[in-house]
Nanobody, 123 residues
Framework: QVQLAESGGGLVQEGDSLRVSCSATGGSFPSHMMAWFRQRPGQEREFVAAIGRNGGSAKYADSVLGRFTISRDNAKKTMYLQMNRLKGADTAVYFC????????????????WGQGTQVTVSS
């Protein structure tokens, strides 16, 4: 069992950078594949990026590839999403999720979710 909590969201301008974090408690963080999703009002939750449990493998949505970097620090039980060159289209609530170690990316059976952190990019 693992509980997840996002932090680091805020209001920024286009072109700015921001790093959001996902901290895990109550479970074995290194045993999970981790991912970031985002959701805009009235839209389905969208896959952003995923990272394997050892941090050696990652996948990104085409919309963020080259701008966002996912990472994790298993010792700190924390996952990060570094967002650079932010655009208005990046405005969303960003959620972290934990899934099985044998699966990586969109479509995996994510079992644990955080409450989300709001990222707003002014245009």
């Amino acid at each position: 069992q693992v509980q997840l909590a996002e932090s680091g969201g805020g209001l920024v301008q286009e072109g700015d950078s921001l790093r959001v974090s996902c901290s895990a408690t109550g479970g074995s963080f290194p045993s999970h594949m981790m991912a970031w999703f985002r959701q805009r009002p009235g839209q389905e939750r969208e896959f952003v990026a995923a990272i394997g449990r050892n941090g050696g493998s990652a996948k990104y949505a085409d919309s963020v590839l080259g701008r966002f970097t996912i990472s994790r620090d298993n010792a700190k039980k924390t996952m990060y999403l570094q967002m650079n060159r932010l655009k208005g289209a990046d405005t969303a609530v960003y959620f972290c999720a934990a899934g099985p170690p044998a699966c990586l990316g969109f479509g995996c059976p994510y079992e644990f979710w955080g409450q989300g952190t709001q990222v707003t990019v002014s245009s």
